[in-house]
């Protein structure tokens, strides 16, 4: 990956949505050239995919939690069942395994403080293994995801 591949990225992960001649006329590019590098970054997953970033509020999803969860069972086939059920759940938006304590990482987001008390005493509570979960709500996001940092 060179100068100009990094530069692409950049680019795109500002704006996923420039047409092709001004990303490659923002690149130093001519169209045709800067296509093909787009296209080779696709296919090798360097890009893998473009979505819109969406508020939160106007889709129903306006409160979100940080919820930590300690394993009591983390034999295989425990973990492997509790991973299976969070990648099911529309409500965890994300979700990391993580070394140490905790053990697991997820985002939430629900309609409202009511919906997420009832998704984590019916829903979360209850999964395999689970010993303990603590949920931290965020007063404000102070550096929302701007994408990673592209050397270039």
């Given amino acids: 990956m060179d100068r100009i591949d990094r530069r ?3 680019e795109l992960q500002r704006d996923g949505r420039l047409s ?4 490659a006329d923002r690149v130093g590019l001519t169209p045709s050239p800067c296509l093909r590098r787009v296209r080779h970054l696709e296919e090798t997953g360097v890009i893998r995919g473009y979505r819109a970033l969406l508020d939160g509020a106007a889709v129903g999803r306006g409160f979100e939690a940080f919820v930590t969860v300690v394993m009591r ?19 965890v938006v994300e979700a990391h395994r993580l070394f140490g304590d905790p053990d697991f ?26 010993a303990q979960v603590t949920s931290h709500v965020a007063m404000k996001a102070v550096k929302p ?4 940092p592209v050397v270039p």
């Fill in 8 to 10: 692409i990225l950049q």
């Fill in 20 to 23: 092709n001649t001004e990303l």
């Fill in 73 to 91: 069972y983390e034999d295989h086939d425990t973990v492997a069942e509790f991973e299976r059920q969070v990648a099911g759940m529309p409500e």
């Fill in 105 to 130: 990482l997820l985002r939430v987001a629900v309609a409202d403080l009511a919906a997420y008390e009832r998704f984590y005493s019916e829903t979360l509570s209850g999964l395999p293994g689970v």
């Fill in 145 to 148: 995801d701007t994408g990673l």
